[in-house]
Each structure stands twice: as C-alpha cells, then as structure tokens.
C-alpha cells in the first residue's frame, strides 16, 4: 500500500509565497516522476510541474520562472516552492508519483488547497 500526503496548502495574499510538499511512503521500490498538478473550479486537472528521479524539471508555461519543484529522494518527497502568487493560481493542487511496488504505476495525493487572495 502506498500513499502521498500532500501539505503546506493555506490562503496567502497576491505576491505571496507557499511551500507544498508531499510524501511518499508504503511498500516502496523505486519512485521515478514526481510531480504537482492542480485543479482550479470549473477547470481540467492541469500540470504544474515534474521531476525527475534525475534532478530534471519540467514546467508549465503558467508557472515558469514563480515556481521551483524539488525532491529528496532520501525522504521519497516532492517539494513545490511558489512564489508570486496571484489569484490564478488558486486551485486544489495534487502530488503524483510513478511508483514501483510490486509493478509500475502512477499514484496521486489527496490534494491540498491553495487560495490566493486579498
């Protein structure tokens, strides 16, 4: 069994800046892609950001340059640092691993909500 628990969600004021991490713990092998993705009302799921077991990033155009994703792998946790919040970026933001256990698979948290507003 395994399980990411997200935390670091609140409400900040525009410019503002959160930390979220998120653990991964369980029967665990090997995690490869971690990654932050995030649903705003009304909207689709939409990727924030991954990274690899390797140290390589990707991120959305959205987010570039505001946002740092990070991991240690000793502690089998994703990091997403975000700085210059602004209303926009205010959604139910979701941890997501590719996991080996006893196979391969994708894993996602419960989510944690982040408000940004005055």
């Known amino acids: 069994q395994v399980q990411l628990v997200e935390s670091g969600g609140g409400l900040v004021q525009p410019g503002g800046s959160l930390r979220l991490s998120c653990a991964a713990s369980?029967?665990?092998?090997?995690?490869?892609?971690m990654g932050w993705y995030r649903q705003a009302p009304g909207k689709q799921r939409e990727l924030v950001a991954t990274?690899?077991?390797?140290?390589?990033?990707n991120y959305a155009d959205s987010v570039q340059g505001r946002f740092t994703i990070s991991r240690d792998n000793a502690k089998n946790t994703v990091y997403l640092q975000m700085n210059s919040l602004t209303p926009e970026d205010t959604a139910v933001y979701y941890c997501?691993?590719?996991?080996?256990?006893?196979?391969?698979?994708?894993?996602w948290g419960q989510g944690t909500q982040v408000t940004v507003s005055s």
């Open positions: 997501n691993a590719n996991i080996w256990t006893t196979g391969r698979r994708n894993y």
């Open positions: 369980g029967s665990i092998f090997s995690i490869y892609t």
């Open positions: 990274i690899t077991s390797g140290g390589s990033t």
